[in-house]
């Protein structure tokens, strides 16, 4: 599956933006979502992630309270809500899909096969 992830920009502290993930494939539904973030000279971190059919959600600690994950199956989509952003949540965000783990929805970034190419999140203080 191929995946596009958009809506990066530039906020003050205390914004909000919504990121997305969009598929190429109608597919799309059997994969768990995630999306990670790595800041400059930081390792990549989760986020967030979703289930395939939209009923699983985790968010990290830092998200809880600010981010809302979600997905439109029907338009292939998954969305990332982030309110009351902080300049520590400057980062280039990915989204990632795999559909091996049927047990669980994957936590860990080598657990996810397809990646998108990354949206650049600057949060100025």
């Known amino acids: 599956v191929q995946l596009q992830a958009s809506g990066g920009g530039l906020v003050q502290a205390g914004g909000s933006l919504r990121v997305s993930c969009a598929a190429s494939?109608?597919?799309?539904?059997?994969?768990?979502i995630g999306w990670f973030r790595q800041a400059p000279g930081k390792e990549r971190e989760s986020v967030a992630r979703i289930s395939r059919d939209g009923r699983s959600k985790w968010l990290s600690d830092s998200a809880k309270g600010r981010f809302t994950i979600s997905r439109d199956n029907a338009k292939n989509t998954v969305t990332l809500q982030m309110n009351s952003l902080k300049p520590e949540d400057t980062a280039v965000y990915y989204c990632?899909?795999?559909?091996?783990?049927?047990?669980?929805?994957?936590?860990?970034?080598?657990?996810?096969?397809?990646w998108g190419q990354g949206t650049l999140v600057t949060v100025s203080s």
């Open positions: 494939e109608p597919t799309f539904s059997t994969y768990d």
């Open positions: 990632a899909a795999d559909r091996t783990w049927t047990e669980y929805v994957p936590a860990k970034s080598w657990e996810y096969e397809y």
